[in-house]
């Protein structure tokens, strides 16, 4: 069974939440109608009723009438909703009436519907900036226990001749969203990374955490960011499989492995590889994929207390649909490690 036939399957299972507060962008449209129909999962369009409405007759959409549907200028909403934001912010200064306009925002109101336990995750983006995007979610759903960083990553899919990862499936991180993490901030992103790969891509992690040194062949500044990085992940969670720092063939290709680093616990067969810098991510998961053949699905955000994803403004309904289905596995994910 292929990843997203699994993650299918385990959402249907376990039906989540979803808060979609674009509710009048006809590809979320598109791509909740066939949620529904597929019986993948609850969702939540955040819109004017009557916009809704109209535009579901016109596109022709049958289930749109089983969503859930939320009118951020309602009264009653406002008043629901506000009162948490103005608790959450109010050691910022904000006053009742700036939370009441701020709650009125759909991105603001879908997180705050999961911040009060009225969904399980939220998918934006089609129609706004990933900065906005992630800047509702900072104020109001913020970062898991011991981690205060999020970041992103994506499932890179190999072709079947491709022997690396499990199952051919590789975690990257972070490939979107921290420009130059501190070590603190690399372990973080190496545990959240690891939580990414058992909750979506089914995988026991085997995480590296990638320099252009192996176990001391080279000194620099940046390689000693990853030694401390390693070491501080190793704290956060001692049970992970974790191993740095780590050549990129060391950390893939046993032989390799066994030459430069005989003792490391991954025997180069890692399955989610950690970058030390943002640039070196994005830039490695772009030539993978498009020299590797290589299909790469994200990017998640990891490391919410609740999920929220981003989705690119030039996406398809098909990606929308996928993003929903990742959102409710991590959800599952993140239920199950309470």
Do not use: W
């Not at 955040?46 to 289930?63: Q, T």
């Not at 999920?307 to 289905?325: A, H, M, Q, W």
């Amino acid at each position: 069974m292929k990843l997203f036939e699994r993650l299918t399957v385990k959402a249907k299972g376990n039906r989540q939440r979803i808060v979609l507060p674009e509710g009048t962008e006809p590809r979320t449209l598109t791509a909740a109608d066939r949620i529904i129909a597929d019986g993948i999962a609850e969702i939540t369009l955040i819109g004017a009723p009557a916009d809704i409405k109209r535009l579901a007759e016109e596109m022709k959409l049958e289930h749109i009438k089983d969503a859930k549907i939320v009118n951020p200028a309602d009264e009653t909403v406002i008043d629901k909703y506000a009162p948490l934001f103005f608790e959450l912010r109010k050691k910022k200064g904000i006053s009742m009436e700036e939370a009441r306009l701020t709650t009125a925002n759909p991105l603001y109101l879908g997180c705050l519907m999961v911040k009060a336990g009225d969904a399980d995750g939220q998918v934006a983006g089609a129609m706004n900036t990933t900065g906005n995007v992630l800047r509702a979610a900072f104020q109001v759903i913020k970062t898991q226990p011991g981690i205060d960083v999020v970041s992103g990553a994506f499932l890179m899919l190999l072709p079947d001749d491709k022997p690396y990862g499990t199952d051919g499936i590789l975690v990257f991180a972070d490939c979107a969203v921290v420009p130059d993490p501190n070590a603190a901030e690399l372990a973080q992103i190496a545990v959240s990374a690891g939580q990414t790969a058992r909750d979506l891509a089914g995988i026991e992690p085997r995480v590296a955490i990638l320099s252009f040194s192996t176990k001391g062949s080279a000194k620099h500044e940046r390689v000693d960011k990853v030694i401390e990085a390693t070491e501080i992940a190793h704290k956060m969670a001692p049970n992970l499989i974790l191993d740095g720092e780590l050549q990129a063939d060391a950390a893939i290709v046993p032989v390799v492995c066994n030459t430069k680093a005989p003792n490391s616990p991954l025997s180069g067969r890692a399955n989610v590889l950690v970058f030390p810098s943002l640039e070196v991510g994005n830039i490695a998961y772009k030539l993978v994929q498009r020299l590797g053949g290589v299909e790469a699905v994200g990017p998640v955000l990891q490391g919410l207390a609740a999920p929220v994803n981003d989705l690119s403004r030039g996406c398809f309904p098909e990606d929308i649909y996928k993003t929903i289905i990742m959102t409710c596995n991590q959800a599952i994910g993140l239920k199950e490690n309470k």
